[in-house]
């Protein structure tokens, strides 16, 4: 583990709550901890949605680092979600996190994907080209774009997902249901593993956002799906060059 970023390209497929529920069910090796980390640069929902204090949070932890960082310094700009997940909260207003991004962006990234025994989750919201989170995933060990599998949605974040796998990064899809296509389809349709399909289940989904960390709820399917792609995590494997020679053209077209 290390740095893990979700992301997307377009639409709402639901990057917030997949990095949230992955992050709360993530095991932790002894010794380490976790954090979730909004780096969403169209603004921050988790402390409007868990009315927490906007400060601490990206804010504060982006002014810290123009003094310089020490390894233990995060924790003191991350806030307890219900549940008791550590985060580090953006603005919720799109100005100031995409301004904070863009100023200390790349030395977070930087300073986060070499910060010893943290595991990081990043929601990085939708990962255009001119994101002021590219870095996050420039410097992450993962990076899951989340998409629902319908074509308007795969096909921005397939462009997206192998100009990073050019660049070297390992890309993998979570998908949210599995309607109208499926995991094969879309692995087979991209050339990018699927890593994860969590099932489309808006009343658990809402249940999450909203907070909730009953027993019932943690037997949801969402939930337990999210709880064995989490524990598979540790194990990931690195991207494969897609056997197909169209899309390995296509890849390089994208990454030119
Ligand atoms: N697995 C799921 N099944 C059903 N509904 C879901 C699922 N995940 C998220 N949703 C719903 O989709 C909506 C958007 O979720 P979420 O805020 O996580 O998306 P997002 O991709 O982060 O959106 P944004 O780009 O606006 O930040 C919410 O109403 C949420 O309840
Ligand atoms: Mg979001």
Known sequence: ????????????????LTALAVAAALPVAEGRRKVLLEADADSGSLAVRYQLGRQ????????????????EDIWAHAQALPGGLAAIVAPERADRASSVLATSGKALAS???SLPGVDVIVDCGRLSPASPALPFAHHADAVFMVSRPVAEQIQPAAERALALQGAGRRVAWVLIGEHPYSAADVAEATGIRVAAVLPDDP???????????????????????ATSF???????????????????????????
């Open 1 to 16: 583990m290390g740095l893990i970023c979700f992301a997307s390209q377009k639409g709402s497929p639901g990057v917030t």
């Open 56 to 71: 601490p949070g990206l804010i504060t932890l982006a002014a810290a680092s123009r003094h310089g960082l020490g390894r």
């Open 111 to 113: 300073w986060l994907s």
């Open 203 to 225: 009343r658990s989904a809402e249940a999450l956002l909203g907070g909730g960390t009953t027993g019932r709820l943690r037997r949801s399917p969402l939930l337990r799906a």
């Open 230 to 256: 989490a524990a598979q995590m540790q194990s990931l494997e690195p991207a494969q060059a897609p056997a197909d020679p169209n899309i390995r053209a296509r890849q390089a077209e994208v990454v030119a």
